[in-house]
Each structure stands twice: as structure tokens, then as C-alpha cells.
């Protein structure tokens, strides 16, 4: 760092110091997201990741609710947390830099992101954000944050030997995957469900398609504010008491709150590698439009998908007593 100035030195430890407080927990980087996009609303990437982060938490918790503990062994809900818990920590690990290093250049009116590589972001992103700074793209921009953070979780967790043979080939994540009970929601204050189904979650171009489809729906004109709403108005939790309390009809669904539930886990760091430098960027990543094959009104679908859960529960329930 001979070669810095005192200032920029300062300013790559404190956004060391700062990333570091804020990717504690599900619950801090889902408030750190939405904080920064309040702060600079330009960056549509940010409300997104606050938005999908509350699906974490509310993923997690799950695990301890009602139906996955009946369900799933102690050891594979771990596996599950772990799996949610190690994706968010990277792309936060990755992202915030990225977002601080925008909002100081924005402060002293000078493009700072030359201090990327201090954080080990990829050259795509740094060349993406340098681009932002010139043209103001912002659905470029929430593009290529949306394709770089993909990239940054493929190899470390989906492609990870552990995670691969422990989650993603388990039974009940290939059962949520082709039920599409694992689904990214948006909820309003007005009990209604906005989002999108996960399917094919281990396809690195089907989660960057899905990305792009959310930032469609969240960005819509009409469903902006009352998204922004929510997200204003609910703390988030971890349980899905988030939203539910802001339905018309009771769900029997009942999950935790995530840090009543769940340690804080210490993560290791990984082996840095430039995704970028052995991957090509795929055109339709950057460029075909996101298209909707089904409703993005989930609230009706969220009910049918709780009482087959609950199904679900009861046949298992029925299947153990014949056992014994």
C-alpha cells in the first residue's frame, strides 16, 4: 500500500471495520442493505439484496419452525442454516466494499473504485462500476451486481464438494426445488405476496435470470412504494410473522426468530479467485430482458403451498405411528 495516499489507506480500513460489524448475521446485513439504498436510492441492487436477504432469514428460521422439525433431522437443518448462512456471508463479504467505495465517491465527487482490487472484487464488477460512474445505467449496473455476486457464491458454496453432497443433492432440497416451495418473496403491509419460485438453484444462469426477474417486480411503478413500505415499516425478524401478521387469514405455519434461534457463526475465509478471469460473460446475462413465465401475485399460491406443507407434515405423522 506504499503507493496510496494516508486517506485512501483510512478509508480501506474502515471499510474493512465496517464490513466486518455489518456481515454478523442475516439480521445485520439485511438492515446494513436497506440503510445503504435509503441512503443512496440510485443503487436499486441494494433494496433488492435487503429484500431477498429477509427470504434468507425467513428460510433459516424456518428450519426450527413447526413443520421442517418434524420433518428434517437435526443434521441436515444444520447442513441447511450453514449452506443459507455461508452464501450470504461471501456475497456480503464481496458486495459491501463494492457499495461503501460508491457512496464515498460520491461524496468527494471522484471515482474511488481504482481501491477494488484492495478487496479482492472481481475485474468485471470494478470495470462495471467504473462504467456506472460515466453513463449512470442503473438497470445495467443492478445487472452486473446481481451476475457478479452469482458468480462469487458458485465455486465456494454450489460447487463446494460438502455443500454439493450434503444440500444439493439431499432429497428435500431436490423436493423444494422441483415443488418450487422455495420461493423469493415481497411482501406488503396490505397482506399481499409479490415474487418469484426458485427453480434449478443450482443453475448459475437460471439464479442470475431469477435475479434479474425480481429486480423487474421490485422495481415496478406500482409495486415500488408499497414493497418500499414494508420494508420500511417491519423490522425484520427472521419469522415469518414478518408478513403474516399482515394477512386477512391465519397461517397454522409458526417459525422462530433467527437470533433466538441460531449462534453467530465464525466464518473462515476462502481462497480468493478473479471468477471473471476463468469465466466468460455470458451476453444473455448481461443483456436479454428478464421475461415472467408465471404470476408474480404469489398470496394465493403461498396458502396452497402452506397446506401442503402442513399435508406434508400430517402424512409423515401418519406413516411414524404405523411404524410403531
Not at 113 to 134: A, D, G, T, V
Not at 241 to 253: G, I, L, P, V
Not at 258 to 281: C, G, K, Q
Not at 296 to 304: N, Q, V
Request: proline residues 4%; glycine residues 4%.
Amino acid at each position: 500500500m506504499n503507493h496510496l495516499t494516508i486517506h485512501e489507506i483510512e478509508t480501506i480500513s474502515q471499510i474493512e471495520g465496517e464490513t466486518t460489524k455489518k456481515n454478523l448475521d442475516n439480521i445485520s446485513r439485511t438492515d446494513a442493505y436497506f440503510a445503504y439504498f435509503k441512503k443512496n436510492p440510485d443503487i436499486i441492487w441494494s433494496f433488492l439484496a435487503s429484500m431477498v436477504s429477509r427470504n434468507g432469514g425467513w428460510n433459516m428460521c424456518d428450519l426450527e419452525g413447526n413443520i421442517f422439525r418434524e420433518i428434517l433431522e437435526p443434521k441436515t437443518r444444520k447442513e441447511l442454516f450453514l449452506t443459507f448462512e455461508r452464501a450470504n456471508w461471501l456475497i456480503f463479504h464481496d458486495v459491501y466494499p463494492q457499495l461503501l467505495l460508491y457512496h464515498y465517491s460520491t461524496k468527494i465527487n471522484r471515482p474511488m473504485f481504482h481501491l477494488l482490487p484492495y478487496f479482492k472484487c472481481s475485474k468485471f464488477i470494478q470495470n462495471e462500476w467504473e462504467r456506472y460512474w460515466r453513463e449512470g445505467n442503473r438497470e445495467r449496473l443492478t445487472t452486473a451486481l446481481i451476475i457478479n455476486e452469482q458468480n462469487v457464491i458458485h465455486k465456494p458454496v454450489i460447487l463446494h464438494p460438502v455443500y454439493k453432497k450434503q444440500v444439493f443433492h439431499s432429497w428435500i432440497f431436490k423436493f423444494q426445488d422441483w415443488l418450487h416451495f422455495s420461493c423469493v418473496l415481497f411482501p406488503t403491509c396490505g397482506g399481499e405476496l409479490y415474487g418469484a419460485s426458485v427453480n434449478g438453484f443450482k443453475s448459475l444462469s437460471k439464479r442470475i435470470n431469477l435475479g434479474k426477474r425480481l429486480a423487474k417486480i421490485l422495481t415496478h411503478p406500482r409495486l415500488f412504494p408499497v414493497f418500499f413500505e414494508f420494508a420500511d415499516k417491519t423490522p425484520h425478524t427472521g419469522s415469518r410473522n414478518d408478513y403474516e401478521q399482515y394477512f386477512k387469514t391465519k397461517t397454522n405455519r409458526q417459525t422462530p426468530i433467527l437470533r433466538a434461534t441460531f449462534p453467530i457463526i465464525e466464518h473462515n475465509h476462502y481462497e480468493y479467485e478473479d471468477w471473471s478471469a476463468n469465466r466468460l460473460v455470458s451476453p444473455a446475462w448481461l443483456h436479454f430482458a428478464a421475461r415472467h413465465r408465471h404470476t408474480i401475485h404469489l398470496t394465493d399460491w403461498y396458502f396452497d403451498k402452506s397446506t401442503q406443507l402442513e399435508l406434508m407434515l400430517a402424512i409423515q405423522k401418519a406413516t411414524h405411528k404405523k411404524k410403531i
